[in-house]
Structure formats: C-alpha cells, structure tokens
C-alpha cells in the first residue's frame, strides 16, 4: 500500500504536475476554474495530516504516508532544483509553517499513543530544521 501511496505523491508532487498546473493558469481564459497548485498541496496535506485535526491517534500505515509527504515538503524546501518553480517552493514553505503549527497543536491531546506521539515530535522537529536550513540548489 505503501508504494502505491508514494508514487502517487512523488507524481502528485513532482516539478513537471507543478509546471503544467502553473503553465495551464497562464493560458486558460478561465483560471479561476483550474485546479491551482495551492488547492492541490493544500489538499493533500490535509488528508494526509487529517488526523491533527480530529484529535484521533494516528494508525501505523497513516504515519508511514505522513514520512513519505513530509520527506517530499522537505527535499522541496532544502534541494530545489532548477525545473523547480518559485511559487511552487513558496507553497510548500507555507504549508511546512501551517503542518508545524498543527502538530503542536495536536501534541497537546491526550489520547495520542506513544508511537503517534513521537511520530509528532520528529516530525515537528525535521520541519523545525528544514524551515531553518540554507536552500541548496540542484541542477536539475
């Protein structure tokens, strides 16, 4: 299930979905109807990350696609390369602050098992990190 899900993200989240997404925005005489690249990031995070929002502990194979997303946030914030879009990087700094943020929050509950709990803690802390790191651009 797991393979399934990461290639999903790795499609969903690759620079060429970004380009075609920001490409179709710019030449669509109707782009308010477009999917925008906010509204897809937007979307999977908060389902990948719904449970921060519910309270609920978080089951094995949900943590295992929350590493997956969030390793994708990070290489995106720490290794853009050069097909990379500005907006695109942009986004995904936003939605780093905002799944801190709501990590925090949900480290607060008390019915959060041990393992969801230091699932929370590392990811709070690798996001910690990488919003604080130095770009290091790849050619791409």
Do not use: C, F
């Not at 994708?72 to 943020?101: C, E, M, P, Y």
């Amino acid at each position: 299930m797991l393979a399934i899900q990461t290639t999903a993200l790795d499609h969903l989240m690759s620079d060429p979905v970004a380009k075609r997404i920001g490409d179709a925005e710019n030449v669509s005489s109707h782009p308010r109807d477009l999917l925008t690249l906010a509204q897809l990031y937007g979307s999977l995070q908060k389902a990948i990350w719904s449970e921060l929002g519910s309270g609920r502990d978080i089951a094995p194979m949900r943590r295992n696609l929350q590493r997956e997303h969030l390793k994708r946030i990070v290489n995106v914030l720490l290794h853009s390369g050069n097909a990379t879009l500005a907006d695109q990087r942009s986004l995904q700094r936003d939605n780093a602050i905002a799944l801190k943020a709501s990590i925090q929050r949900a480290l607060a509950s008390d019915r959060l098992s041990a393992a969801s709990r230091a699932h929370l803690r590392e990811s709070a802390a690798t996001l910690d990190d990488a919003l604080r790191a130095n770009l290091v651009r790849v050619a791409a």
